[in-house]
T-cell receptor
Framework: KQEVTQIPAALSVPEGENLVLNCSFT??????LQWFRQDPGKGLTSLLL?????REQTSGRLNASLDKSSGRSTLYIAASQPGDSATYLC???????????FGAGTILRVKS | EAGVAQSPRYKIIEKRQSVAFWCNPI?????LYWYQQILGQGPKLLIQ????????DSQLPKDRFSAERLKGVDSTLKIQPAKLEDSAVYLC??????????????FGPGTRLTVL
């Protein structure tokens, strides 16, 4: 059974700092991995999707890497801004269907 | 393009009462998902529909939860009777395809349920 773990559970950094969020999964036979952002009182927004054949994906100040063999992914945020404050979730598809298995998330606070 | 719509946004009920949530997916999306997100946890899939048929309801507590998708479009999720541990955000998502792992899921804003 796939399980996803995210570390740290919460992170507080000053504005401008570069930071890394970590995600690990138990079953390395994944098709892809997604990083989502969740703002308070709002739904999830997909940030990056990495296919199993890719090692990384970039969007603006965000860079996500994937190491299937070790069951790990990282989300790198460059030059953090207060607007980046949110909960970041990673998710992988379960072994069948399109059910996503989520981690518990990392709550990020960027202080101005 | 309009996103996934959900209502109500917030609901407070007493335990043992019943409650219903409504979801309108993105037009043309074949697959619809209901997730439960308990505070401090990631979302957990409750039920997945493809058109109006159920694909996966393995984690739906069927003694109290029920869901339907009318004519393969809108969906309702019902809890009867509610328990304290049902307090959570209920997220609806939809995807264009038939639920393949490559399909992107688009999420609604969620309904926050508080059971007192």
């Amino acid at each position: 059974k796939q399980e996803v773990t995210q570390i740290p559970a919460a992170l507080s950094v000053p504005e401008g700092e570069n930071l890394v969020l970590n995600c690990s999964f138990t079953d390395s036979a994944i098709y892809n991995l997604q990083w989502f952002r969740q703002d308070p009182g709002k739904g999830l927004t997909s940030l990056l999707l990495i296919q199993s054949s890719q090692r990384e994906q970039t969007s603006g100040r965000l860079n996500a890497s994937l190491d299937k063999s070790s069951g790990r992914s990282t989300l790198y945020i460059a030059a953090s801004q207060p607007g980046d404050s949110a909960t970041y979730l990673c998710a992988v598809p379960a072994e069948y269907g399109n059910k996503l298995v989520f981690g518990a998330g990392t709550i990020l606070r960027v202080k101005s | 393009e309009a996103g996934v719509a959900q209502s109500p946004r917030y609901k407070i009920i007493e335990k043992r009462q019943s409650v219903a949530f409504w979801c309108n997916p993105i037009s043309g999306h074949a697959t619809l998902y209901w997730y439960q997100q308990i505070l401090g946890q990631g979302p957990k899939l409750l039920i997945q529909f493809q058109n109006n048929g159920v694909v996966d309801d393995s984690q739906l507590p069927k003694d109290r939860f029920s869901a339907e998708r009318l004519k393969g479009v809108d969906s309702t999720l019902k809890i009867q009777p509610a328990k304290l541990e049902d307090s959570a955000v209920y997220l609806c998502a939809s995807s264009l395809g038939s639920g393949r792992v490559t399909d992107t899921q688009y999420f609604g804003p969620g309904t926050r349920l508080t059971v007192l």
